[in-house]
T-cell receptor
Framework: GAVVSQHPSRVICKSGTSVKIECRSL??????MFWYRQFPKKSLMLMAT?????????EQGVEKDKFLINHASLTLSTLTVTSAHPEDSSFYIC????????????FGPGTRLTVL | GQNIDQPTEMTATEGAIVQINCTYQ??????LFWYQQHAGEAPTFLSY??LDGLEEKGRFSSFLSRSKGYSYLLLKELQMKDSASYLC??????????WGAGTKLIIKP
């Protein structure tokens, strides 16, 4: 199956700093990638849809100026959490749809962000 | 609104069978997914149903009834490694995945 990587897997930062999370499709091209966040024991929440060559589409309630998304190439999307606060601490997961079946999602391993 | 319901937690015995139910109400339907998620890890794909009926894949089977807005995931010959959360997700009319909160499955020896 398709492989999606994320970097870093864990990050601890101070309040007010910015953190960049990379999501890469390793053996396929992804014109679309999805960014989710997940709080403990809660469902995955879609934050935004990242589109190569165009602006990301943000879900209602997600601040686009705080969560900057850049889909720089067909294999790379980045999520930057700007001016991070402790409430931004969460598990961030990216995914990309399959090439054969758009409905199938391939997930990255996730990034655990802790803001002190 | 859109809603996915599944039990919060279930307990089963190693070697037994367990059925995890999922009911949904969504705007449109383009398929239902089951994912397995171990603590601290990303979900991994288990199954996809778009037509009514049972899909069998090894020890795991998934059933769908579109008229009832209902699905279940059946796990047979349970192993300790099956202890995880099982997420039900529905693809709506915009192909957006609507996620359930997950069912934490605890396997006891």
């Amino acid at each position: 199956g398709a492989v999606v990587s994320q970097h870093p897997s864990r990050v601890i930062c101070k309040s007010g700093t910015s953190v960049k999370i990379e999501c890469r499709s390793l053996d396929f091209q992804a014109t679309t990638m999805f960014w989710y966040r997940q709080f403990p024991k809660k469902s995955l929440m879609l934050m935004a849809t990242s589109n190569e060559g165009s602006k990301a589409t943000y879900e209602q309630g997600v601040e686009k100026d705080k969560f900057l998304i850049n889909h720089a190439s067909l294999t790379l999307s980045t999520l930057t959490v700007t001016s991070a606060h402790p409430e931004d601490s969460s598990f961030y997961i990216c995914s990309a749809p399959g090439q054969r079946d758009y409905n199938e999602q391939f997930f990255g391993p996730g990034t655990r962000l802790t803001v002190l | 609104g859109q809603n996915i319901d599944q039990p919060t937690e279930m307990t089963a015995t190693e070697g037994a069978i367990v059925q995890i139910n999922c009911t949904y109400q969504t705007s449109g339907f383009n398929g239902l997914f089951w994912y397995q998620q171990h603590a601290g890890e990303a979900p991994t794909f288990l199954s996809y149903n778009v037509l009514d009926g049972l899909e069998e894949k090894g020890r795991f089977s998934s059933f769908l009834s579109r008229s009832k807005g209902y699905s279940y995931l059946l796990l047979k010959e349970l192993q300790m490694k099956d202890s995880a959360s099982y997420l039900c997700a529905v693809s709506d009319s915009n192909y957006q995945l609507i996620w359930g909160a997950g069912t934490k499955l605890i396997i006891k020896p």
